[in-house]
Protein backbone atom coordinates (compact mmCIF):
# COMPACT_ATOMS: atom_id res chain seq x y z
CA UNK A 1 0.00 0.00 0.00
CA UNK A 2 1.49 3.08 -1.16
CA UNK A 3 1.67 6.39 1.44
CA UNK A 4 1.30 9.73 0.94
CA UNK A 5 3.38 12.11 3.02
CA UNK A 6 2.84 15.33 3.35
CA UNK A 7 4.75 18.25 4.94
CA UNK A 8 4.52 22.41 4.66
CA UNK A 9 2.22 23.54 6.47
CA UNK A 10 2.28 25.91 9.20
CA UNK A 11 1.06 29.17 10.58
CA UNK A 12 1.21 32.66 8.63
CA UNK A 13 -0.60 35.66 8.67
CA UNK A 14 -2.75 36.97 5.43
CA UNK A 15 -0.75 37.45 2.73
CA UNK A 16 1.77 35.34 3.48
CA UNK A 17 2.87 32.38 1.92
CA UNK A 18 3.12 28.18 2.13
CA UNK A 19 4.09 25.30 0.22
CA UNK A 20 2.82 21.79 1.22
CA UNK A 21 4.53 19.25 -0.34
CA UNK A 22 2.95 15.43 -1.17
CA UNK A 23 5.72 12.24 -1.48
CA UNK A 24 4.50 9.12 -2.31
CA UNK A 25 6.78 5.98 -1.34
CA UNK A 26 7.20 3.51 -4.05
CA UNK A 27 4.74 4.35 -6.51
CA UNK A 28 4.28 7.01 -9.29
CA UNK A 29 0.41 8.05 -9.55
CA UNK A 30 -1.32 9.45 -12.67
CA UNK A 31 -3.49 12.06 -11.04
CA UNK A 32 -2.63 14.05 -7.99
CA UNK A 33 -5.51 16.01 -6.00
CA UNK A 34 -5.06 18.36 -3.20
CA UNK A 35 -8.71 18.80 -0.97
CA UNK A 36 -8.72 20.85 2.54
CA UNK A 37 -11.26 20.55 5.07
CA UNK A 38 -12.74 23.98 6.56
CA UNK A 39 -13.50 24.64 10.28
CA UNK A 40 -17.48 23.37 9.97
CA UNK A 41 -15.53 20.08 8.37
CA UNK A 42 -16.73 19.87 4.79
CA UNK A 43 -14.66 19.07 2.07
CA UNK A 44 -13.23 21.10 -0.54
CA UNK A 45 -11.64 20.63 -3.73
CA UNK A 46 -9.01 22.64 -4.44
CA UNK A 47 -6.85 21.66 -6.94
CA UNK A 48 -5.46 19.05 -9.47
CA UNK A 49 -2.47 18.02 -12.08
CA UNK A 50 -1.91 15.05 -14.20
CA UNK A 51 1.29 12.95 -14.47
CA UNK A 52 2.82 15.50 -17.38
CA UNK A 53 2.04 18.49 -15.46
CA UNK A 54 0.01 19.60 -18.45
CA UNK A 55 -4.15 19.60 -16.59
CA UNK A 56 -3.91 21.27 -13.82
CA UNK A 57 -7.31 22.30 -12.29
CA UNK A 58 -8.29 24.58 -9.29
CA UNK A 59 -10.96 25.70 -7.60
CA UNK A 60 -12.36 29.71 -8.25
CA UNK A 61 -11.69 30.60 -4.81
CA UNK A 62 -7.59 30.01 -5.54
CA UNK A 63 -7.00 30.53 -8.90
CA UNK A 64 -4.34 33.18 -9.32
CA UNK A 65 -3.31 32.45 -5.66
CA UNK A 66 -2.33 28.70 -5.84
CA UNK A 67 -0.11 26.63 -8.04
CA UNK A 68 -0.13 23.25 -8.28
CA UNK A 69 3.16 21.73 -9.69
CA UNK A 70 5.17 18.13 -10.08
CA UNK A 71 8.77 17.49 -10.01
CA UNK A 72 9.07 13.87 -11.78
CA UNK A 73 12.64 13.39 -10.54
CA UNK A 74 11.82 13.51 -6.80
CA UNK A 75 8.01 12.24 -7.43
CA UNK A 76 6.76 14.91 -5.56
CA UNK A 77 3.19 16.46 -5.60
CA UNK A 78 3.12 20.69 -4.04
CA UNK A 79 0.75 23.51 -3.64
CA UNK A 80 2.37 26.90 -3.68
CA UNK A 81 -0.15 28.94 -1.91
CA UNK A 82 0.34 32.90 -1.87
CA UNK A 83 -1.40 35.57 -0.67
CA UNK A 84 -3.56 33.19 1.83
CA UNK A 85 -6.51 34.36 3.21
CA UNK A 86 -8.12 33.85 6.66
CA UNK A 87 -10.68 31.50 4.93
CA UNK A 88 -8.14 29.14 3.53
CA UNK A 89 -7.65 27.85 7.24
CA UNK A 90 -8.43 24.29 6.76
CA UNK A 91 -6.71 20.92 7.09
CA UNK A 92 -5.11 19.89 3.44
CA UNK A 93 -4.89 16.79 1.98
CA UNK A 94 -2.88 15.18 -0.68
CA UNK A 95 -4.35 12.73 -2.82
CA UNK A 96 -3.74 10.37 -5.47
CA UNK A 97 -4.99 7.92 -8.42
CA UNK A 98 -3.71 5.16 -10.13
CA UNK A 99 -5.53 6.69 -13.31
CA UNK A 100 -6.22 9.63 -15.41
CA UNK A 101 -9.65 11.12 -13.89
CA UNK A 102 -10.72 13.26 -16.92
CA UNK A 103 -13.29 14.94 -15.58
CA UNK A 104 -13.78 13.10 -12.23
CA UNK A 105 -10.88 15.67 -11.16
CA UNK A 106 -12.71 16.88 -8.13
CA UNK A 107 -14.48 13.78 -7.24
CA UNK A 108 -12.89 12.91 -3.77
CA UNK A 109 -13.92 8.81 -3.95
CA UNK A 110 -12.02 8.38 -7.40
CA UNK A 111 -9.14 8.94 -5.32
CA UNK A 112 -7.38 5.99 -3.41
CA UNK A 113 -4.63 7.23 -1.71
CA UNK A 114 -4.96 9.71 0.81
CA UNK A 115 -2.26 11.74 2.82
CA UNK A 116 -2.25 12.73 6.48
CA UNK A 117 -3.71 15.86 6.14
CA UNK A 118 -1.96 18.66 6.96
CA UNK A 119 -2.91 21.81 9.04
CA UNK A 120 -2.86 25.58 7.53
CA UNK A 121 -3.63 28.52 9.70
CA UNK A 122 -4.05 32.03 8.53
CA UNK A 123 -4.69 34.57 10.85
CA UNK A 124 -5.64 38.03 10.01
Known amino acids: QAELVESGGGSVQAGGSLRLSCSPS??????YAWFRQGPRKEYEFVAA????????YYTRSVEGRFTASRDSAKNTAYLQMNSLKPEDTAVYFC???????????????????WGQGIQVTVSS
Open 95 to 113: AASEYYLGSYYSSREKYAF
Open 26 to 31: GRIFES
Open 49 to 56: IDKSAVTI
